[in-house]
Every structure is written in C-alpha cells, then in structure tokens.
C-alpha cells in the first residue's frame, strides 16, 4: 500500500500510528523489499492509553487490548456536524433567498433591506451527532473492548473462532464470534462487523459464524477486504 501511494503520486507526508516497534517493521519491511518512496513517513508509536489525534473532524482514541503481543484497539469519534439551515421556515418569514442564506448558514447575524435583523442560529437546526466507529485488533475478551466499543455506530471485532471454540480463543489470545456478539449488545452498538475469521471457516461456514453471533445481535455482519460499509448518520441521535 505504502508503495502504491507513492507509484500513484501521493507526496504528502503520511502519519502512521501504531505500537512500539511499527517504525522498525515498516523501514525493514520498505529496506529488505528495496521500496523508494515519494513522501515522508512520521511514526507516532502508542505507548499510552488515551487520545491520540484530533483535528477539526475527528478525535481518535487508543486502549490497550490483551494479546500475546501488544495491540491496541482504536475509538474513531466523528465531531458534532452543524445542524442544517431551515429555508421552508426562511421563506415562511418571506426572507428572499441569495448571498444572505450563506451567511445565516454561518450563524451571522443580518440587516435586511426592510430593516429586519435577523439571527442566523434562529434558523439553524439541531446539530447532528457524529458517528464513532470502534475497531479492536487481536485480543481475547478484555474490558477495554467494551469501553471501545460503547454505543458506537459501527463495531469492527476479530471472530477468529465460532461459539464452541472459547477455550482455543483463551488460548490464542483470540476471541469467538459470540464474545464479539455480546459486547455488541451490552454497549448498545449500531451494527457489528466480523473479521479475521480463520481460514478454517469459508463460504457457507463463514455464513454460519455470522449466523451464531445474530442469534446474540441480529445487527451483525461478516465482512472481507475491500469490503465498502457505508455508515448513515441516526437522524434520531440529535444535540440540543
């Protein structure tokens, strides 16, 4: 992917966050494989719990999770998107559409030509609630799951064993379908998305996976690379 970026002119620089030790597994990686690159790569490797990043969309979040090596689980947070500007309600007030709507949209406060003041957050709607995606790497059951996972929209948890197979799961630092399928329904999830499922499960029997874990969760889905999930807001999830 690194290589690709760059092959298909990507030259901004690129952050890549991950546990201690990613800076040395991908420069070995890039220098055994003999890959020039066009960018500049900076490391940010975790070794505190907490956030991690932030811009003006979104604030991301890391927890430790309880494999054989570390691994951490990510919180995504999307900021709160501002509420949409009501024109049926502007054209009731019989305010003539134009330049003025971009700036009650801002929330600026306008004259208008027959002297009216207007308030643009009169005309504002509710703001509408981001959406959190939570995605755990390898890990047995832990708490830090559930924390992650807590009420977000979509949940993307490792199944890489089927309901009978806890104790393997235990073993191997893994987790079972019907684990990822509970913490789904105790965090009050949107929708549950199964990965890194063993090669021992294809076709029929991967459907079989997603079929135990919708006994616990019905809002549960196995997914493959490249898969595209598209996450629409819940209009019911509203600020004040």
């Known amino acids: 992917m690194l290589s690709s970026r760059s092959f298909q002119g990507g030259n901004e620089k690129l952050t890549i966050y991950g546990p201690k030790g990613i800076r040395n597994f991908v420069l070995t990686s890039l220098k055994v494989s003999e890959t020039k690159l066009s960018y500049y790569i900076e490391f940010v490797e975790i070794e505190n719990e907490g956030e991690i990043y932030s811009d003006d969309k979104f604030t991301v979040y890391a927890r430790k999770l309880d494999h054989k090596i570390e691994c951490f689980g990510y ?29 009650l949209k801002a929330g600026k406060t306008v004259t208008l030509p027959d002297g009216r003041v207007i308030n643009g957050h009169d005309y504002i709607g509710h703001a509408q609630k981001g959406r959190i995606i939570a995605i755990l790497g390898d890990t047995r059951r832990t708490p830090n799951s559930s924390v992650l996972a807590e009420n977000a929209d979509v949940l993307v948890h490792e199944s890489t064993f089927a309901k009978d197979e806890a104790n393997l799961a235990h073993n191997y630092y893994h987790s079972t379908n019907m684990q990822a399928a509970n913490i789904a329904r105790d965090g009050h999830v949107g929708r549950l998305l199964l990965n890194h499922i063993s090669a021992r499960y294809t076709g029929k029997m991967a459907l079989e996976l997603e ?19 598209d996450i629409p807001f819940d209009k019911e999830r509203q600020t004040n």
Not at 83 to 102: A, F, T
Not at 211 to 229: E, G, H, M, N
């Open 211 to 229: 079929k135990q874990a919708k006994s616990i969760f019905p809002r549960t889905k196995v997914v493959k690379d490249f898969d595209l999930i």
């Open 75 to 103: 919180r995504i947070e999307e900021h709160d998107h501002q509420g949409e500007l009501m024109v049926d309600k502007l054209r009731e007030d019989q305010i003539p559409s134009g330049p003025v709507y971009g700036q």
